[in-house]
């Protein structure tokens, strides 16, 4: 068995930018002019942090629909599904795998050129299919064929729609064989670029630019589309870098213990496909500092046999719940400098630390530097519990509020 128990994943688009086109959102409100106003839609969540390392979403495809489930990934674009075309590196029986019919995406059309941007696709013939291969900052990759088919989704306003989106029907996997195979089909791009799963939503006059999530830390939690479910007070708010691929905030200055750490001009992609939280090396070393100090004379000592994070805790005992060690940690806040006021998000002890198997305590915000992000920093889920996060791709900015994941909102 592998020494290695903890899931970890990095699904941060790398190697191929995608199209972020900010155009999209400016013809946004001509194009929505027709009949009635844009509606919202909400999916529940399943997974954790750790042991499983995501937080899924079930969505149904095609006529009769299939259930497929995803790894919700704010940090890239194209949604791809497993796919029996046959497969290569599928974890799933070939019969829980899409199967294609045919309905491959031509690649003369502009989602096959927005999917392959700044590059050109490979297009010899205009209706030849329209290949992709993208890879994810964890070594992981997909390789498959874009392909169109039905969503039955149920809009929040009572309508059942099936809107024609385009997805990657993914023949081709490779993902790091030190971690478990993932349980779930694929992955669902909620990122910025114009072949989103969110902005065909947006284009098909279906909801806002908006999405939003909530973690639980107790598992699950919910996701929405459109900007029904935002609270009207209490958000905080800064802007999105508007020339990045990426949900991307900054420039921040880090916090412990309420305090200065010297560690400024920070910038962050929020990545709900990243399990853990990185720090580029030297933003990861002063953390490191400041917690080895402050754990002197606590009664926690290094457990290096411990091999599920890089960094773990032994306690007196077997912890069960990091509420037990909360008091030995202090809380992290990421400021921000470009906003009107000054507006943080806290990063509690237990939104930075998880309990492994054998009870010791661990760290979860890993070196970035060591995984290839250099000048970036990620916020992954273990920092987004226990708070709705809001994407606002209309109005360029991230919110978040504290919330009760557990509690499905509402129409
Ligand atoms: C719900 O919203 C969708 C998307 O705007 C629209 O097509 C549909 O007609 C609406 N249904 C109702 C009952 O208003
Ligand atoms: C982070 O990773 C880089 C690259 O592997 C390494 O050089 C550096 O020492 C690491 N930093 C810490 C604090 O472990």
Redesign the pocket.
């Known amino acids: 068995m592998n020494s290695r128990l903890s899931f970890l994943l990095i699904l941060l688009l790398i190697i191929v930018p995608q199209s972020f086109q900010g155009s999209i959102f400016k013809t946004f409100s001509s194009t929505l002019t027709p009949k009635s106003p844009p509606s919202s839609l909400v999916f529940p969540l399943s997974g954790n942090v750790f042991p499983l390392g995501y937080y899924s979403v079930s969505v149904q495809i095609g006529s009769p629909p299939k259930t497929f489930t995803f790894d919700i990934d704010t940090g890239s674009d194209l949604t791809w599904v497993q796919c029996d075309a046959p497969c290569t590196g599928c974890t799933l029986h070939p019969s829980l795998q899409y199967k294609p019919k045919s309905n491959t995406v031509p690649c003369s059309d502009p989602l096959c050129s927005a999917l392959h941007w700044p590059k050109k696709p490979h297009c010899p013939d205009p209706k030849e299919q329209c290949d992709y291969d993208v890879h994810y900052a964890d070594q992981g990759s997909s390789m498959g064929v874009l392909v169109t088919d039905q969503f039955p989704l149920k809009l929040m306003n009572g309508s059942a729609l099936q809107p024609h989106l385009a997805f990657g029907c993914g023949y081709d996997q490779s993902f790091p064989s030190a971690h478990p195979p993932p349980m779930t089909a694929g992955v669902l791009g909620l990122g910025r670029g114009k072949i989103s799963f969110l902005t065909q939503l947006v284009s098909a006059g279906l909801t806002r630019n908006v999405i939003g999530h909530c973690l639980s830390s107790k598992g699950g939690g919910y996701l929405f589309f459109g900007d029904s479910h935002i609270p009207s007070t209490g958000v905080s708010w800064t802007p999105l870098m508007s020339q990045e691929n990426h949900y991307t905030t900054g420039p921040a200055e880090l916090l412990y213990n309420e305090k200065p750490t010297g560690l400024k001009g920070l910038k962050l992609i929020f990545d709900t496909g990243s399990s853990y939280t990185y720090f580029n090396?030297k933003t990861?070393?002063t953390i490191?500092n400041l917690i080895g100090n402050d754990l002197k004379g606590k009664p926690l000592k290094d457990a290096k046999e411990d091999k599920t994070l890089p960094i773990c805790w032994k306690g007196a005992k077997p912890l069960k719940s990091v509420l037990e060690v909360k008091n030995l940690f202090k809380t992290l806040a990421i400021k921000f400098m470009n906003g009107r006021r000054n507006t943080q998000l806290q990063i509690p002890p237990e939104s930075y630390l998880i309990i492994s198997k054998t009870g010791n305590v661990c760290m979860g915000i890993l070196?970035g530097?060591?995984v290839g992000l250099h000048d970036s920093n990620l916020i992954g889920d273990i920092s987004m519990q226990g708070i709705m996060m809001i994407y606002d791709n209309e109005k360029q900015q991230l919110g978040w509020v504290s919330a009760d994941c557990d509690k499905l909102p509402k129409s």
């Open positions: 090396s990861y070393q490191l070196n530097t060591e």
